[in-house]
Nanobody
Framework: VQLQASGGGLAQAGGSLRLSCAAS????????MGWFRQAPGKERELVAA????????YCTDSVKGRFTISRDNSQKKVYLRMNNLEPEDTAVYYC???????WGQGTQVTVSS
């Protein structure tokens, strides 16, 4: 599966962004998909994940109630809706299978206070 994340940008604290991930590959719908992020000087972490059917979802504690992951298997896309953004959310965001395969290009999210 090849992946391309987009939708990042600059937002103010309390604002919202929606990230999109376009996937290629015939087996996309069989994978658990995740959004990961890497802040400067920190390790990459899993932010949210969603099962192939969309029936199972996971969010790390720091984004619960603010971020929502979703997917559209017919379009081979995964989304991350980010509300009530905080400066601590500033990072490069990547989509990938979970567990992750080869990393694609991420998208920068910068939240100003």
């Amino acid at each position: 599966v090849q992946l391309q994340a987009s939708g990042g940008g600059l937002a103010q604290a309390g604002g919202s962004l929606r990230l999109s991930c376009a996937a290629s590959g015939r087996t996309f719908s069989s994978y658990v998909m995740g959004w990961f992020r890497q802040a400067p000087g920190k390790e990459r972490e899993l932010v949210a994940a969603i099962t192939w059917s969309g029936g199972g979802r996971y969010c790390t504690d720091s984004v619960k109630g603010r971020f929502t992951i979703s997917r559209d298997n017919s379009q081979k896309k995964v989304y991350l809706r980010m509300n009530n953004l905080e400066p601590e959310d500033t990072a490069v965001y990547y989509c990938n299978t979970d567990p992750p395969g080869q990393w694609g290009q991420g998208t920068q999210v910068t939240v100003s206070s």
